[in-house]
């Protein structure tokens, strides 16, 4: 029983851990550049984009297939390097840990 009661304190420690980071992790930001850095975004680390910089070389009209790949691929490389951010923090949180392979926190 005293493992129990153990195990239940090591949870609710776990879950304010938990919530401690989603809110560090909602005040994050990263930045992403595509085309050589001709195009860069930024997102929070709730994936919303909260800056769009677009160099004024690629305005023109012929172009805007390629401004909107570069806007798409600056997006994703700032999502990727949020995602990484938001797992490293997990990994530190978690460490030692038996957490099933796999499975990705925070749930």
Not at 11 to 20: G, L, V
Not at 46 to 61: G, H, R, W, Y
Request: hydrophobic content about 40%; charged content about 25%.
């Amino acid at each position: 029983m005293k493992d129990l009661l153990g195990l239940m304190g090591k949870a609710k420690e776990m879950q304010a851990k938990f919530q401690a980071m989603q809110e560090e992790i909602s005040t994050m930001e990263a930045s992403g550049q595509s085309g050589g850095g001709l195009v860069t975004v930024t997102i929070s680390g709730k994936f919303e984009m909260t800056s769009l910089k677009i160099d004024p070389s690629l305005f023109k009209e012929d172009d805007v297939e390629i401004l909107e790949d570069l806007i798409l691929a600056a997006h994703n490389d700032a999502k990727v390097k949020v995602e990484a951010e938001m797992q490293e923090k997990t990994k530190a949180l978690t460490a030692g840990l038996p957490i099933p392979p796999g499975m990705k926190l925070p749930f």
